[in-house]
């Protein structure tokens, strides 16, 4: 029987069935556009209501202060370089951390060509951003701090309360990257004292091209598109009904069973980690070993090329990530990794292992085996381990 395990959740996930259901109805029959002012659209524009409400009881918002985009890169694309250009009159300071998304990472590059200054927050070992750094890089000119919730290669959570705290108290704006962190901890907007907070739906088990960016309501940004009024005159564009829909579903589905699902990944990745620890030698793990999301797992192996391994576990029908998805395909060394001064040596031998809420310790020992017997082979033909067994 052809096997088929997928440990990338933190690329993506596959769409649950609950949300599938929801989602039909809106490619044939509720297929109205909602700025129509006649039934269908009608329709179609309570069901994207309905999702707006789903998602901003989720997190705690309010509808209103709750946009709909095409993806968690979009938000945050927005949130950087919209709040920041409303904000220039205030300053032209952006705090963001080392170990950001590319689309946070980008973003600040992109205002840095436009005459911002950025500060990109060094993190320690476990991938964390100290406050006391950021309170030093902090000044009259800083009108934007962002530290995302959850890393997505190596699964660390940052303190976003306290950071918030921080920026607020020196004026600044706050805003979290919680793309990896939704559906794994409780995201209340109001408790973690954030202005504005990037979700995507296809990591929590929704469709692929649809966001949110929450904006607290009273923080001025720049609109991201014009055109139309849709998103409040702020993100025009015809609204996709079905994406909204499946997303507002998969939010509050992931809210529900939350609890569960953390318990069962974190059985199974606790599980994954025991065996690599009894199975392979040279083996380290990335990221903070509590203070994390449970779904995902960074591993170096000694004296190999993950890329090799990856490929070698593809034909045996496992698929798992250099890093993340996005930076996957050009394989440059992962700058998260760098950040926290991960040896150089293992720089190229780390992989990510992302756990769906299916995932089952049978599965595991299929991927321990065939992994165990992978890094077997590789090490077998690596003048590395050659050479370090010699000098032994
Ligand atoms: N932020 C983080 C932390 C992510 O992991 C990702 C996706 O990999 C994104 C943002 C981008 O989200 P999207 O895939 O919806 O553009």
Redesign the pocket.
């Known amino acids: 029987m052809e096997k088929k395990i997928f440990l990338d959740s933190?690329?993506?996930t596959y769409l649950n069935a609950e949300v599938l259901q929801e989602m039909l109805p809106t490619f044939d029959t509720v297929y109205g556009n909602p700025s129509s002012l006649h039934n269908f659209g009608r329709q179609a524009s309570n069901l994207v209501d309905n999702a707006r409400d789903q998602i901003a009881k989720a997190i705690n918002a309010f509808s209103s202060e709750l946009y709909f985009t095409?993806?968690?890169?979009?938000?945050?694309n927005w949130a950087i370089k919209g709040l920041a250009n409303a904000n220039k009159d205030k300053g032209n300071h952006i705090i963001t951390s080392q170990i950001?998304?590319?689309?946070?990472m980008e973003s600040c590059r992109y205002l840095e060509g436009q005459g911002f200054k950025v500060t990109y927050l060094p993190v320690d070992k476990y991938g964390v951003v100290s406050l006391a750094k950021l309170m030093h890089h902090l000044n009259k000119d800083t009108i934007l701090v962002s530290i995302?919730t959850?890393?997505?290669e190596v699964g660390t959570i940052q303190h976003i309360n306290a950071i918030a705290k921080t920026a607020k108290r020196h004026g600044a704006l706050f805003h979290t990257?919680?793309?990896?962190a939704a559906g794994s901890i409780k995201l209340n907007v109001h408790e973690l004292d954030v202005d504005a907070l990037?979700l995507?739906?296809?990591?929590i088990y929704g469709p692929?091209?649809?966001?949110a960016l929450y904006l607290k309501k009273g923080v001025a940004i720049e609109n991201m598109f014009h055109g139309g009024y849709q998103e409040s005159a702020k993100r025009a564009g015809t609204t996709n009904v079905p994406g909204i829909v499946g997303f507002g579903r998969a939010m509050q589905i992931a809210l529900r069973d939350m609890k569960a699902n953390n318990e069962k990944i974190k059985a199974v990745k606790d599980y994954f980690i025991k065996k690599v620890k009894s199975n392979i030698d040279g083996v380290h793990f990335n990221g903070h070993p509590m203070q994390k999301v449970p779904h995902i797992v960074s591993v170096s192996f000694d004296y190999i090329e993950a890329e090799a391994i990856m490929m070698m576990l593809d034909l045996e029908g496992i698929a798992v990530s250099l890093g993340?998805?996005?930076t996957a395909g050009s394989i440059k060394q992962s700058y998260v990794l760098k950040a926290m001064g991960v040896d150089k040596d293992h720089l190229n031998s780390t992989l990510r292992f992302s756990f769906l809420k299916s995932t089952t310790k049978h599965q595991i020992d299929y991927v321990i085996e065939k992994l165990t017997q992978t890094v077997e082979k590789l090490r077998d033909l690596s003048p590395l381990t050659k050479k370090t067994k010699r000098s032994k």
């Open positions: 933190a690329a993506t095409s993806s968690g890169t979009e938000a945050n950001e998304h590319s689309s946070v995302m959850a890393n997505n990257d919680a793309v990896q990037t995507s739906a296809h990591k692929k091209g649809v966001g993340s998805a996005c």
